[in-house]
Nanobody
Framework: QVQLVESGGGLVQTGGSLKLSCAAS????????MGWFRQVLGKEREFVAA????????YYADSVKGRFIISRDNAENTLYLQMNSLKPEDTAVYYC??????????????????WGRGTQVTVSS
């Protein structure tokens, strides 16, 4: 089992940047495909970005493509999300998620096995 803890959220103005981190416990982080999702109160949790267990493949939602960058440091058991050119519609709670078993990256939230508790990102207009 792995525990995930997000950090780095906060309040930023439109056009600003934030970098989220997700620290994972355990020795098997390097075998997990990882993803970032976000959720606004009253709406479904939506996919943001995913990265393969090796870090060699990434995939983004159209709404963040070209603005967000997902990356990972397997030596540090940490997942990142660099968010640039932020917009008010990016405001949400951001969650990291892990899919065990060296599976291919995925954008389907039901395929993830572990979730963090989230970090709030607020973009003011």
């Amino acid at each position: 089992q792995v525990q995930l803890v997000e950090s780095g959220g906060g309040l930023v103005q439109t056009g600003g940047s934030l970098k989220l981190s997700c620290a994972a416990s355990g020795r098997t982080f390097k075998t997990y495909a990882m993803g970032w999702f976000r959720q606004v109160l009253g709406k479904e949790r939506e996919f943001v970005a995913a990265i393969s267990w090796s870090g060699g493949s990434t995939y983004y939602a159209d709404s963040v493509k070209g603005r967000f960058i997902i990356s990972r440091d397997n030596a540090e058991n940490t997942l990142y999300l660099q968010m640039n050119s932020l917009k008010p519609e990016d405001t949400a709670v951001y969650y990291c998620a892990a899919e065990e078993g060296m599976a291919p990256l995925t954008w389907h939230r039901e395929e993830y096995d572990y979730w963090g508790r989230g970090t709030q990102v607020t973009v003011s207009s």
